[in-house]
């Protein structure tokens, strides 16, 4: 198995601030990574796929970046829909997820 | 409006078994991977299974291969998870979600699975 390892896994921020989270894979992936944003009780949504392509109807405050192994999602500037839980999955081999970061608020 | 919406989930003994389904509408064609997913209470997500276009490739997690089955039926617009020799730790919500090989980009609202005597 393929292990995921996000960092950190609670960020405490307030609105308006730039969020960054960390991903790595404990092999090298390509840039087969993807992003979820999940709210308490909801299924996940699609944030970035291919490490750095936006989701159709994703806020462009929202992007990824990196290859390899080690990946980021960075939020530009932290809005109040975005306090959230975001987990990072590879599917370089059979999808594997990391084990979430709790955005909450500051 | 595309529209994934998942059943037969609910409390189950310890060895039991238990099917559930995944009801998809909204879609133009059934050319897309679906997986199952599912997250214990308070817990991450962790993927189960995934099966491609025409059902004749799965792959399964470690920690369900041998127990749990994925199928599709096609003409049903359904998928399925027929899972076997439940224990304690499968109880979790399960979602499908429909996208490509790795990908989940259509999700559906889960289905709670309690496996405890």
């Known amino acids: 198995d393929i292990q995921m390892t996000q960092s950190p896994s609670t960020l405490s921020a307030s609105v308006g601030d730039r969020v960054t989270i960390t991903c790595r894979a404990s092999?090298?992936?390509?840039?087969?990574l993807a992003w979820y944003q999940q709210k308490p009780g909801k299924a996940p949504k699609l944030l970035i796929y291919?490490?750095?392509s936006l989701q159709s109807g994703v806020p462009s405050r929202f992007s990824g970046s990196g290859s390899g192994a080690e990946f980021t999602l960075t939020i530009s500037t932290l809005q109040p829909d975005d306090f959230a839980t975001y987990y990072c999955?590879?599917?370089?081999?059979?999808?594997?997820f990391g084990g979430g970061t709790k955005v909450e608020i500051k | 409006e595309v529209l994934l919406v998942e059943s037969g989930g609910g409390l189950v003994q310890p060895g039991g078994s238990l099917r559930l389904s995944c009801e998809a509408s909204?879609?133009?064609?059934?050319?897309?991977?679906m997986h199952w997913v599912r997250q214990a209470p308070g817990k991450g997500l962790l993927w189960v299974s995934r099966?491609?276009?025409?059902?004749?490739?799965?792959t399964y997690a470690e920690s369900v291969r041998g127990r749990f089955t994925i199928s599709r039926d096609n003409t049903k617009n359904t998928l399925y998870l027929q899972m076997n020799s439940l224990r304690a730790e499968d109880t979790a919500v399960y979602y499908c979600?429909?996208?490509?090989?790795?990908?989940?980009?259509?999700w559906g609202q889960g289905t709670l699975v309690t496996v405890s005597s």
């Open positions: 979600a429909r996208g490509s090989t790795g990908v989940g980009l259509y």
């Open positions: 909204g879609f133009t064609s059934n050319s897309d991977w």
């Open positions: 099966i491609n276009s025409d059902g004749y490739i799965t």
């Open positions: 092999q090298t992936i390509s840039y087969w």
């Open positions: 291919d490490a750095s």
């Open positions: 999955q590879q599917y370089n081999s059979y999808p594997t």
